[in-house]
């Protein structure tokens, strides 16, 4: 088919001569065609009724210089055109039909002119059809390819900028001066909303424990940024209302693949970054390997601990230390019995009942933690203390295992 095209490229080149020479009136009905069929052009939604004819003037000159054999296919002003397009968000397929349209009038011009003729014309005919419909390829793949190229940079780097901003919110303090309200417009957040926080565990690096876990939020109409690092994937989750939130931990449990932390609900996006250390906080509560997801209690002794672990583990080692100092089995006894005894609000019936064992046995190992400890079991001050300290080391319980602070 090339070498017969070939052969027949003087008649090509006579008729798109031909043609140009009344390339004007071309344009104007090519512009024409291109307004009354696509409302996408009609409209100017993503060029100007003076950038459409300027492009469509480009692209017929080159295209018609290329059918006169001035060189091979001229491809630059396709490149040109699919970069542009995709800059400006035009859609791919309405810049594909406007070629058709284009050079489907150029098609129509050759019939014109070779039906004035003799009926050997008709070969002209069939060659200009040949060489027109091969342009269309050529023309096509370029403006596809370098769309497609344009659209995956502008991809990229809309995701890496969404990515920096994510970062920046998440690290908080000066990271976000001046660039809160960037950043709630490029990820669609509102500055003033509610949301919560959402920290799992990654399996291994660089796989998501939450798999489609943006898409499926959009899908139940919530909006949300995810940053995925080697040891987490955490996320800011914006919620229609405060009970939102549990519609967030149905969802989040669904599939579980490992320990997942939720902060409590917060509003304003500027206070992101503590709201993750909630997360985190409560991701750690969960002993190493439990598929399971836990949500920061919002208990104002709980955040006040939280917030500052150096000086929580340093109180937990000052109240606790003789015992801490004990032998593990000993250490481990007398710490969950206290702990059992808050948890049922200071009943020993209810603390041996938990436990499994006589309430004697309970009083026993509680008068033994007043006697390590120093303190009482009905000061209000000591019991204010044990608590902090105890919650302290189910936050971190790291620091049951470090040297005392100094």
């Known amino acids: 088919m090339h070498d017969q095209a ?87 397929p309405e810049l594909l039909r406007a070629y058709r349209i284009g050079l489907t009038e150029v098609w129509h011009r050759f019939v014109e002119l070779t039906a004035r003729g003799s009926s050997q014309d008709l070969a002209g005919l069939v060659a200009a059809t040949t060489a027109i419909w091969a342009l269309i390829d050529d023309l096509a793949e370029a403006l596809t390819t370098s ?49 919560v926080v959402v920290a799992a565990e990654t399996p291994r690096p660089g796989h998501e424990p939450l798999p489609q876990i943006e898409q499926r939020l959009r899908d139940r109409h919530h909006a949300s940024a995810w940053r995925l690092s080697p040891d987490l994937q955490v996320g800011v989750v914006s919620l229609r ?105 200071g009943s020993t019936k209810l603390t041996s009942e938990r436990m499994f064992c006589h309430p004697n046995t309970i009083r026993h190992r509680l008068r033994r933690v007043t006697d390590e400890l120093g303190r009482s079991l009905t000061d209000p001050a000591d019991i204010a203390e044990l608590g902090a300290a105890l919650r302290a080391l189910n936050l971190f319980p790291e620091a049951t295992h470090l040297p005392a602070p100094r």
């Open 6 to 92: 070939g052969e027949l490229a003087p008649a090509v080149s006579t008729l798109a001569a031909e043609v140009e020479r009344k390339l004007p009136e071309l344009i104007e009905s090519t512009v024409a065609r291109i307004r009354a069929e696509m409302p996408v052009y009609r409209d100017a939604r993503f060029v100007t009724q003076a950038e459409l004819r300027n492009s469509v003037r480009a692209n017929l000159d080159h295209a018609l210089r290329t059918l006169r054999g001035a060189g091979g296919p001229d491809l630059s002003q396709a490149r040109a055109t699919g970069r542009a397009r995709a800059l400006q968000g035009a859609p791919l």
């Open 147 to 195: 769309y497609r190229d344009t659209t995956a940079e502008v991809l990229v780097a809309h995701q890496n900028r969404r990515s920096a901003l994510v970062e920046a919110l998440f690290a908080g303090g000066s990271a976000t001066e001046g660039t809160l309200w960037d950043i709630a417009r490029v990820l669609d957040l509102s500055l003033d909303g509610t949301f």
């Open 241 to 345: 209302d405060p009970s939102a939130s549990k519609a967030i931990v149905e969802l989040v449990r669904e599939h579980p693949v490992g320990r997942v932390g939720m902060s409590p609900v917060f509003t304003g996006l500027a206070h992101t970054a503590r709201a993750l250390h909630l997360a985190r906080v409560a991701l750690s509560s969960l002993a190493p390997g439990t598929p399971s997801l836990v949500q920061f209690t919002e208990s104002p002794l709980a955040g006040l601990v939280a917030s500052s672990p150096e000086a929580s583990v340093q109180l937990a080692h000052h109240v606790l230390q003789p015992i801490l100092d004990l032998p593990g089995d000993d250490r481990n006894v007398l710490l969950l019995t206290l702990r059992a005894w808050f948890d049922c609000q």
